[in-house]
């Protein structure tokens, strides 16, 4: 049988991954998939704990949930944001986005 | 080795495998490609683990509506850095150093838990019925439902002004 450890070194490994790509990618798009991935491994991790746990609670998938929303807003609010960006500036890069650096 | 076991050795392959090659794929129609067979992976766990709604949202609002808008965004602008130079940006090494510390700390805090080793206990009742009840019941979570509800409404109408802008 498969215990809780496994899901959480599983979720704590995709976390990483999402980190690693949020921290070293240079385009816009690529950060927020890395985002997605992190956000998913927070999924994995809440369902796992209302499985393992008390399964009459339902505040694991509940919040589960909540993060589904969180996420489509943030995907939304997200690429709305990198359209507009790439319509003034021409440019999808990180690094030559440095309009309100000083 | 039991067949969930095996089931799950090839669900996490897959997650990792896909979730590697996102962040380092230098296509990005490609890395949303493979952002779709990680959240299918996602969606795999979610039905071993007895949530079948949250296994069907998954691939419906997940796979159906994210990753089909990201791959939309990516043809939509310019395929800049595809040929160009590197993907990554000059502290990459104190990124992915960053990132093995974070799976570092993780690992071991998830190790120390008291109950890391528990295994499943039976359910009781159908899970289903009761989230349909705990997301509409006012003793429960129809609040934080309703604020989602909201929010989602709010991020949908400012995304359109923003992206609307003349």
Redesign the interface.
Known sequence: MVPLSWYLFLSAALFSIGLYGVLARKNVIAILLGIELMLNAANINLVSFWRYGSTAQMGGQVFAIIVFAVAAAEVAVGLALVIAVYRTRKTLTADELDLMKW | M?A??II?FLT?AL??VS??M??TTRN?VH??LW?IA??FG?AV??A????A??AV??VV??IG??AI??IF??M???R??LAKA????A??P???L???G??AG??FL??Q?P???????A???D?LV??S???VSPD??VL??EV??I??L???V???Y??N?K
């Open positions: 039991t969930e076991q799950f996490a997650i990792l979730a590697l996102v962040v990005l890395a949303a952002l990680t959240l996602g766990l979610f071993t683990l007895d949530a709604f949250l949202v998954q609002v997940y509506a994210i808008m990201f965004v990516v939509l602008t310019r800049d850095l590197s993907q990554t940006n502290g990459w104190w990124a992915a960053v990132a093995i974070t799976l993780l690992v998830s190790g838990m109950n890391a080793g528990a295994q499943k206990a359910l009781v009742g899970p009761a989230l009840t705990a997301l429960a979570y934080a439902f989602a509800s929010m989602l709010a991020a949908l400012g995304a359109v923003i992206a802008r």
